[in-house]
């Protein structure tokens, strides 16, 4: 079955700690997002990658590094510099160009002890 | 620069009753329009998309929504709740050239 897969689901990390989020699709689709979830705030954009080996930043990426090695792979990293890690984080995909249908993950919750 | 509005975080309706979610928008070129559904520790499902066309859409689990320009709205509603319904959903705004932006969300609670 296609889809995208978020790993890990839960995470612990402590304070200082830089972690990966790993996000892979086989929809072989083009563009690919990562969304932070807060209770009460909506999806905001971290990152976004509409062809490999580029991506561009969104409205929150301050703390925040990714990649885009391979079309099916976007692994973000929360880097110590983030102020407020602890969130619900979600990837996406979409076939192309920034307004088109999004395919989610089932999210990684990631908490900073 | 593009907007959305969900009226309400929190609705609650009787089993059986009308589901209705409020939603309005802001975009200065044609919009996309998107509602979608999230269970506790889920991603999002899609549910329903407006581009262009017929404004009144159907979607997944017997929802629709209506494209008002005039009122910049595109309400979801059902004819009749379930307590499966129960979730938490997300109207979003999009176009061509533009990144899809998100409401805050509205959670729908269903009452027995």
């Known amino acids: 079955d296609g889809g995208i897969t978020q790993s890990p689901k839960y995470l612990f990390r402590k304070e200082g700690q830089n972690v990966t989020l790993s996000c892979e699709q086989n929809l072989n689709h083009d563009a690919m997002y990562w969304y932070r979830q807060d209770p009460g705030q909506g999806l905001r954009l971290i990152y976004y990658s509409q062809i490999v080996n580029d991506f561009q930043k969104g409205d929150i990426a301050e703390g925040y590094s990714v990649s885009r090695e391979k079309k099916e792979s976007f692994p973000l990293t929360v880097t110590s510099a983030q102020k407020n890690p602890t969130a619900f984080y979600l990837c996406a995909s979409s076939i192309g160009g920034q307004a088109g249908e999004l395919f989610f993950g089932e999210g990684s919750r990631l908490t900073v002890l | 620069a593009q907007s959305v509005t969900q009226l309400g975080s929190h609705v609650s309706v009787s089993e059986g009753a009308l589901v209705l979610l409020r939603c309005n928008y802001s975009?200065?070129?044609?919009?996309?329009l998107f509602w979608y559904v999230q269970y506790p520790n889920q991603g999002l499902q899609l549910l329903l998309k407006y581009t262009t066309g017929a404004t009144l859409v159907k979607g997944i689990n017997g929802f629709e929504a209506e494209f008002k320009k005039s009122e910049t709205s595109f309400h979801l509603t059902k004819p009749s709740a379930h307590m499966s319904d129960a979730a938490e959903y997300f109207c979003a705004v999009g176009n061509r050239d533009d990144k899809i932006i998100f409401g805050k969300g509205t959670r729908l609670h269903i009452l027995p």
């Open positions: 975009s200065s070129v044609p919009p996309y």
